[in-house]
Every structure is written in structure tokens, then in C-alpha cells.
């Protein structure tokens, strides 16, 4: 009796299903194992430094690094990994080093000092958590670039295309927003002032409003993936730090107490 070699049957959606969460599962520990070994240097060299705003550089690069680490080993469409990689690599490197510029060879960020203050004992131990935490966060907050990652369709979409020029508006509105205020800093005479020129003529905080639609732009074009819906937590996090947690009310709180009437006005 003639052998006839077996037939594969078609990949049903159980199948892929299975396959995509045995990849996103690896990329995650991947991610984890990264961002943990790194925030663990950092937080081995906050204690030479003695200052813990280190921590702010590692979580602004670790996103960056996970989202060209997930483009490289990602199994997905060549194209889309390539342009997450780029959107992921090229804001966190700027970011982080506009933040390194106010950590290295400056005093200590209020917002440390405080915890030192309220941790009083144990303060290697706590401090190691605390960025361990962060690099935790990294690994959440990158879920836009591993959807993207794999992602096996070939075509860029509207949807995509759209957070693609989000993207470049955003950067473009933070990096302005960081140089112009960055310049009245630097002005001797400005000193105890208001920043009000340019963008920061408009809000007090056009910074934060960039850089959340940045956070938009990167669930955009992660919405093009299957289960790209996930990627809508992220900005949905950003948003609730910088309204409620480290972002407007630490700014706002210290600029109260250096500029007084003027900043309340």
C-alpha cells in the first residue's frame, strides 16, 4: 500500500494565539532580565554619586533600549520593527540625555532628598527597590514596541502611518519646549522669573504635553498589531504620573516655593 506523506493542517487561531503569547512571554523576561541588571548598576553607582536622580536617566534610556532589543529579536514584519525601533531608540536617547545634563555634577532632585528623609533607615535596600521598580515600569510601558515586534503583517496602515507623524510633532513640540526653557534658565537675569516665552507662553507645562502625545503616538502605531489595543495602557499611565504622581504636581510644588506670588499668578 502506497505511503502518502501527512498533510499539515492550516494554522488555526488557537495556533497563532498560542505562538504569539510564547514570544510576547519571552521578549517580557528578556525585557525584565535587561532592565533589572541595568537599574542595578545605576542603583550601585547612586550610591558613589550619592544621588538617587540616576534613576530618572536609567528609566528614560531602559524604554529605549527594550524597544530596539524587542526590533531586533522580534519576529515580526522587518519594516514595522524598524520603524518601532527608531520611534522607541531615537526619543529615549534625546530624553535621556536632556535629563543627564540636570543630574550629573548637580545636587540632589528635591523629590530624592525627600525620600531619604522619609525612608530614614535601610536606605540601600529601599533605594534598590525603588529601581528595581523602575526598571519594572520600563518593561510595562515598552508593550507598544513588543506588540510591534511581532507584528507579522507586511503593510503600514493609516493607523500607523498617523502615529508616525504624531511622533515627529511631538518630539519636535518637546525638544522646543526643553531648549527654550533650558535657555531662560541659563540667563542670569531670569533668575526667581517665570519661564513665558515661546511654547511656555501658552501652558506651564508644554514639556508634559509633548511628551504624553508621544505616549499617544506610540499606541497609535501599536494599534496596527494584533492585540494592539494593550498599548493603550501606556498612555493612560503617563498621563495619570504626570497629572498625580511625579510630574505637574513635584514641578508645580517647587516652583511655588522659589517663585512664589509670581509662579501663582
Known amino acids: 500500500m502506497p505511503k502518502y506523506p501527512k498533510v ?36 550601585g553607582l547612586h550610591l558613589r554619586m550619592k544621588n538617587a536622580a540616576v534613576v530618572d536617566v536609567g528609566w528614560a534610556s531602559g524604554i529605549g533600549i527594550l524597544a530596539v532589543v524587542y526590533a531586533v529579536i522580534g519576529s515580526g514584519d522587518p519594516l514595522h520593527r524598524l520603524i518601532a525601533g527608531i520611534l522607541g531608540g531615537v526619543w529615549s536617547a534625546r530624553l535621556a540625555l536632556h535629563i543627564s545634563h540636570r543630574v550629573i555634577g548637580e545636587p540632589e532632585d528635591g523629590r530624592y532628598a525627600e525620600l531619604r528623609e522619609k525612608w530614614a533607615t535601610h536606605l540601600s535596600l529601599k533605594f534598590l527597590r525603588f529601581f528595581l521598580g523602575q526598571g519594572a515600569l520600563d518593561v510595562v510601558l515598552a508593550i507598544p514596541f513588543l506588540l510591534v515586534a511581532i507584528n507579522p503583517r507586511a503593510r503600514i496602515s493609516g493607523l500607523e502611518f498617523a502615529g508616525i507623524v504624531l511622533w515627529i510633532i511631538s518630539v519636535i513640540g518637546e525638544s522646543m519646549a526643553d531648549g527654550q526653557l533650558r535657555r531662560f534658565k541659563a540667563d542670569t537675569g531670569n533668575r526667581g522669573q517665570v519661564c513665558q516665552v515661546g511654547l ?33 495602557v501606556c498612555p493612560a499611565m503617563m498621563l495619570y504620573f504626570l497629572l498625580r504622581v511625579t510630574g505637574i504636581p513635584a514641578t508645580e510644588e517647587h516652583a511655588l516655593k522659589s517663585r512664589g506670588a509670581a509662579y501663582a499668578a
Open 8 to 43: 499539515r493542517p492550516p494554522a488555526t487561531f488557537k495556533n497563532l494565539l498560542e505562538k504569539t503569547m510564547n514570544e510576547a512571554i519571552q521578549l517580557l523576561l528578556i525585557g525584565e532580565a535587561i532592565t533589572g541588571a541595568m537599574m542595578t548598576a545605576l542603583w
Open 200 to 232: 511656555w507662553r501658552y501652558s506651564r507645562h508644554p514639556n508634559y504635553f509633548f511628551e504624553w502625545l508621544v505616549w499617544c503616538a506610540f499606541a497609535l502605531f501599536a494599534l496596527g498589531s494584533p492585540f494592539g489595543w494593550l498599548a493603550l
